[in-house]
């Protein structure tokens, strides 16, 4: 067990580093004068050239790169064009609210979705069958940009009850983590659903109910963990579509995390800071995949071995 | 039954269908639904809410609010299925090759599906549009090349799989070529789920790009595009929310519809037919 | 045997099943018994619904697609498929207990060999203390011949071989003692080498929980080795039935005889083996009449064949065949011999 952890970590340095190429590459792809577009449009000729020399964007590509790398490693991932202030220092003042909005939307949507698989999968082909197939349909197809702002319609503008924008207040985070939390939900609800109804069809299921198990727990002491091992790996790589998700839902809702940032500094071409946010979110994305992979060896015992 | 049978008799993906066949046919033929031009700035009826005349209201810039969401399903729709072929153009032949030379070539490529799976789509697609600039053919490589490792691993494990057949096996033991293996044997079986895949990602590409265009990083303005819609229907959310309701509306039927293509395709293609066993 | 009562009666079962391409008769109409002790063995090919027709005694078949549409199964005074939910399942694993075919598949994969051994025996006994579970569980390993029974008891099925979890299989169907154990083709998935092994492991269980077996099987060797009875089934029905011995040396349906006749011999030396022409019958659209009658040499442009469905008589003592023509077997059996100059009669007729 130890070793496969090892195996999945090492996988995960070898990714990260993929990810560090794309970052740096994205920046060179980039038309113009990349310490121009690194100093920022308003920036003086002077602090092109201190910017040019500062990062070494005089040598060549690969030293610019391992210099990039190790600056990385540092804990330096430059200075926004816009604030002048160091990356990290943007995006750490707004991970967090990413995290929150983050999390909500995985434990919401995990707990909730597994919960509405193992039903309509339970119920196959009634009515609660029926009402969660077409509702996680309906959710997995619904834009969350489209979503929010219905929300915000109905629940901010007609009704006045929540707050429409920002995280100033407790119940801030209600309407943005509607808006991620459904998307999830159903999601996994579709993938609880396809997964348990293989299951239910397997044949140790028929040894289950043989031996006179009951049928409730057949279903939650034979089928569900079976059934929760694709869940979890199909968990993990849709937290990526999550974190979409949550870049569009911020930008929605006004939330100050990392995605409404990405989107100013797009816009303000500030690439230091979309280059730091993209390092980040990989990361985020990398690093749920490891702790999934972890889990995953704990949940199937042929993986211990 | 056949497949087709199958899909025919599957009621959602008809649905699905249905509402395909619809919006194809106002593309095609909106100049004649409708009698307002989706681009042509009207100030003086700006904001006005659904009417007999505009029946779904009409836009900051006294547009057609109809008007622009029919000639914008030729651009949403166009971008979709671009994308998907973009995607599955780069990802196919690179879950081939993976899937069939195996070893170091697989291990190469799997890392940079990885790579690529560690973005979500639509950062991925922000990220090149940053780059690339706005533009209609920016947003169709900007989507395509964000869906691309979706393609790459399922080809690559439907290649795995038909490699072990044994029909593989006999074709390289007369002496068939690795290409000719790869076509006539392995893409060959493996078309059904690259098909349910590939309906399915239009929704997804519909999406990532109205998101796009929602964020005011798609087509540029005045170009009628859903997305950018919604993003230009955002601002007059308090006042005037048909504005955003219906490009809205727009979007989701054409995912969900989609979507349940992609479900009646693979039940229709499944080939684990329930067989049974006395 | 006719003395005593038996302890399972089948009675007119018919059991179909919706697919897309119609609805498929897998059982008709089919009526057997079990005598307390024996072992009964139920042959034929695949979609002869030997195989349904058991599954359908403990509602083990899929419900939809399946259907049980006829039939009464008494055990103890009780009509099985009229039982509630709960009933049914207070006997499942307790009075009629299963071996299923594939080992490799039957187990399940997240649990230990153990815990799913103690599960069959805690269903039904709540107040089984988990130490008393694991103490019996790991006996029964070792009855059935599961070495270092304390170590195997922890693992998980992945880490043993199909023999062994086949094994397993038969601990867990004889843990509550079943009067009933049923084998659906034990030992098809595994390797030859082992399959002697496994088929003495389960007659020794039968033997100690004194039970007695339906044993389901496509070999006839099997049947030859294991059963007591046999019942021949083909498209569905039961065409044969009788005492083992008997049924062998004196088949009474001419696919009963068609189906030993294509075995190799090692007594004989045969240079062609007689086979049955034709396929299995379609079970969405049955022939109509004798089922068999499409690929039957005795049917002779017979219209009876055709048209009436030949109902189980009885040819002589607790010896019954569904055939029209049963009178004309030994004719059919000279025939076959003559033209693969082998003599297939095997005496005692």
């Given at each position: 067990?130890l ?12 990714t ?7 970052a ?22 002077d602090e092109?050239?201190r910017?040019?020399?500062r ?17 990385i490693?540092?804990?330096?991932l ?7 202030r ?8 707004r991970?967090?609210?990413t ?26 082909n ?8 077409i509702?996680?349909l ?6 969350v940009?489209w979503l ?25 985070i209600?309407l943005?983590?509607i ?8 999601l996994?609800a579709?993938?609880?659903r396809?997964?348990m109804?293989e ?7 028929r ?31 849709q937290f990526?579509?999550?974190?979409g998700?949550?870049?569009?839902t911020?930008?929605v809702?006004?939330?100050?995390g990392?995605?409404?940032l ?17 390092l980040v979110f990989a ?9 999934v ?10 993986i211990?071995? | 039954?056949?497949?087709?049978a ?7 993906a008809?649905?699905?269908a249905?509402?395909?066949v ?6 095609i033929?909106a100049?004649?639904?409708t009698?307002h ?8 009826q700006?904001?006005?809410?659904p009417?007999?005349?505009f029946?779904?209201?009409?836009d900051?810039l ?31 032949p690179l ?26 789509s ?6 090149l ?6 533009g ?15 393609f ?7 290649v795995?799989?038909?490699r072990?057949?044994a029909?593989?096996?006999a ?7 690795d ?33 796009l ?5 798609g087509v ?9 819609m ?20 727009a ?11 992609g479900?009646g ?8 037919l329930?067989a049974?066993?006395? | 045997?006719?003395?005593t ?7 007119g079962l ?23 002790g ?5 042959v ?5 619904g030997?195989?349904?027709s ?28 009229k039982l ?7 006997l ?10 594939d080992?490799?598949?039957?187990l399940?994969?997240?649990q230990?060999v153990?815990r ?18 694991r ?9 059935v011949?599961?070495p ?5 008891f922890?693992?998980y099925?992945h ?5 062994m ?6 601990a867990?169907?004889?843990?509550n ?9 034990p030992?098809?998935?595994l ?38 009875r ?12 009788g ?6 040396h004196?088949p ?8 030993m ?17 034709g396929?299995p019958?379609s079970?969405?659209?049955p ?25 189980l ?15 004309e077997m ?7 011999s ?10 005692e007729?």
């Amino acid at each position: 067990m130890l070793t496969y952890i090892a195996r999945r970590l090492a996988v995960s340095v070898v990714t990260l580093l993929g990810v560090t190429i794309i970052a740096f590459g994205l920046v060179q792809m980039l038309p113009g004068d990349p310490a121009r577009t690194i100093a920022g449009l308003m920036a003086s000729e002077d602090e092109v050239e201190r910017v040019r020399t500062r990062m070494g964007l005089d040598e060549p590509l690969g030293t610019q790169y391992v210099q990039f790398l190790g600056n990385i490693v540092k804990g330096d991932l430059g200075q926004s064009a816009r604030t002048r202030r160091p990356v990290t220092q943007e995006i750490g003042a707004r991970l967090p609210k990413t995290i929150e909005l983050a999390a909500v939307g995985t434990i919401v949507g995990a707990v909730l979705g597994i919960i509405g698989g193992v039903i309509a999968a339970r119920f196959r082909n009634r009515p609660a069958d029926h009402a969660i197939s077409i509702g996680s349909l309906i959710g997995i197809s619904m834009p969350v940009y489209w979503l929010g702002l219905l929300l915000i319609m109905v629940f901010a503008v007609n009704l006045g009850w929540l707050p429409a924008a920002g995280a100033g207040r407790r119940t801030s985070i209600i309407l943005p983590g509607i808006t991620i939390g459904l998307f999830t939900i159903a999601l996994v609800a579709r993938m609880t659903r396809a997964s348990m109804l293989e299951v239910l069809e397997q044949d140790y299921v028929r040894t289950a109910f043989a031996k006179g198990v009951a049928n409730r727990n057949v279903v939650y002491r034979h089928a569900l963990r079976n059934a929760f091992i694709p869940v979890l790996t199909v968990i993990g790589i849709q937290f990526g579509s999550l974190l979409g998700g949550a870049v569009l839902t911020e930008f929605v809702f006004a939330w100050p995390g990392i995605g409404r940032l990405m989107v100013d500094s797009i816009f303000a071409r500030d690439f230091p800071v979309v280059q730091g946010i993209i390092l980040v979110f990989a990361l985020m994305f990398i690093v749920v995949n490891l702790i999934v992979d972890i889990l995953y060896s704990y949940v199937n015992p042929k993986i211990q071995y | 039954m056949d497949s087709w049978a199958r899909f025919r008799t599957h009621k959602p993906a008809m649905l699905g269908a249905a509402i395909l066949v619809l919006y194809t046919l106002l593309a095609i033929f909106a100049p004649w639904v409708t009698p307002h031009d989706p681009v042509q700035q009207q100030l003086v009826q700006s904001l006005q809410t659904p009417s007999a005349e505009f029946w779904l209201g009409t836009d900051h810039l006294g547009r057609d609010v109809l008007t622009r969401i029919l000639y914008g399903t030729r651009i949403s729709l166009f971008i979709g299925i671009a994308a998907v072929v973009v995607g599955m153009g780069i990802g196919i032949p690179l879950g081939v090759v993976s899937g069939f030379y195996g070893r170091a070539t697989d291990m190469v490529i799997q890392r940079i599906a990885d790579i690529m799976f560690s973005f979500p789509s639509i950062l991925l697609a922000l990220a090149l549009v940053a780059v690339l600039g706005v533009g209609l053919n920016n947003v169709i490589i900007a989507v395509g090349v964000a869906i691309i490792p979706i393609f790459i691993r399922l080809v690559r494990g439907q290649v795995l799989a038909v490699r072990e057949e044994a029909y593989v096996d006999a074709a390289r033991a007369i002496g068939a070529s690795d290409l000719r293996i790869l076509v006539r044997h392995v893409l060959a079986n493996s078309w059904a789920p690259i098909i349910v895949q590939a309906t399915i990602s239009i929704g997804i590409t519909i999406l990532v790009a109205a998101g796009l265009g929602f964020l005011g990083l798609g087509v540029p303005s005045p170009t009628p595009e859903w997305g950018a819609m919604l993003g230009e229907g955002r601002n007059y959310i308090y006042s005037h929310p048909h504005m955003s309701t219906f490009p809205g509306l727009a979007i989701f039927l054409a995912v969900i519809a989609f979507n349940l293509m992609g479900d009646g395709l693979r039940d229709a293609l499944d080939p684990r037919l329930r067989a049974l066993e006395a | 045997m006719s003395a005593t009562e038996p302890l399972l009666e089948v009675d007119g079962l018919s059991v179909e099943f919706d697919t897309p391409e119609g609805v498929v008769k897998a059982v008709r109409d089919v009526s057997w018994n079990l005598m307390p002790g024996e072992t009964l063995g139920i042959v034929g090919e695949s979609g002869s619904g030997k195989s349904v027709s058991v599954m359908s005694l403990m509602k083990l078949i899929p419900t939809p697609p399946g259907r049980i549409v006829a039939g009464e199964v008494r055990f103890r005074d009780r009509d099985l498929l009229k039982l509630s939910r709960f009933q049914l399942r207070k006997l499942r694993g307790k009075d009629l207990a299963m071996v299923f075919q594939d080992p490799m598949s039957s187990l399940n994969p997240v649990q230990t060999v153990g815990r799913q051994i103690a599960e069959a025996m805690t269903v039904h006994d709540s107040k089984l203390s988990d130490n008393e579970a694991r103490r019996r569980s790991i006996e029964l390993l070792e009855v059935v011949g599961v070495p270092q029974a304390d170590v195997r008891f922890k693992q998980y099925p992945h880490q043993f071989s199909g023999g062994m979890r086949q094994r397993a299989m038969i601990a867990m169907a004889i843990a509550n003692r079943p009067p009933i154990l049923i084998a659906d083709e034990p030992t098809t998935a595994l390797d030859v080498t082992i399959q002697a092994q496994v088929m003495e492991v389960l007659k020794d269980a039968q033997k100690k929980a004194g039970a007695a077996m339906v044993l389901i099987t496509h070999d006839l060797g099997l049947i030859a080795e294991m059963a007591d009875r046999v019942i021949v089934m083909y498209g569905g029905r039961v065409v044969e039935v009788g005492d083992v011995r008997t049924v062998f040396h004196n088949p009474q349906h001419p696919y009963t005889f068609g189906l030993m006749a294509s075995l190799p011999r090692l007594d004989t030396q045969t240079e062609t083996l007689p086979t049955i022409p034709g396929q299995p019958p379609s079970l969405i659209t049955p022939p109509t009449g004798c089922a068999f009658h499409p690929r039957c040499r005795l049917k002779r442009d017979r219209l009876d064949c055709e048209q009436d469905v030949p109902p189980l008589r009885e040819v002589t003592t607790e010896h019954f065949s569904a055939c029209h023509h049963t009178d004309e077997m030994d004719q059919l059996i000279e025939e076959v011999s003559a033209e693969v100059g082998t003599d297939l009669t095997r005496g005692e007729s």
